[in-house]
């Protein structure tokens, strides 16, 4: 079983800059990659970021370049830094891993960025 909980959410104004985590449970972590999600009011839930087991990552066009995945396996824990933050990404964040074809999800963390 793996638990994953975000945290580091918050209300932010434009331009600024918040650290997100994601601890997770278990002793997978290191073998697994990691995804943050997005889902705004009324809109499908989008993949913001990934990390391999090995490193590797991937974002999507929207963030590109303004938000950085990263994580550490010694803490069980993925991070995403967010800066250069738009109204636009207002929504609550996911963290998501799968293991032997099940995906786990955390509980979720609200992130409002005020114009």
């Known amino acids: 079983q793996v638990q994953l909980v975000e945290s580091g959410g918050g209300l932010v104004q434009a331009g600024g800059s918040l650290r997100l985590s994601c601890a997770a449970s278990?002793?997978?972590?290191?073998?697994?990659?990691m995804d943050w999600y997005r889902q705004a009011p009324g809109k499908q839930r989008e993949l913001v970021a990934g990390i391999t087991a090995a490193g590797g990552v991937k974002y999507a066009d929207s963030v590109k370049g303004r938000f950085t995945i990263s994580r550490d396996n010694a803490k069980s824990t993925v991070y995403l830094q967010m800066n250069s933050l738009k109204p636009e990404d207002t929504a609550v964040y996911y963290c998501?891993?799968?293991?032997?074809?099940?995906?786990?999800w955390g509980q979720g963390t609200q992130v409002t960025v005020s114009s």
């Open positions: 278990g002793s997978i972590f290191s073998f697994t990659a």
């Open positions: 998501k891993t799968s293991w032997f074809k099940t995906d786990y």
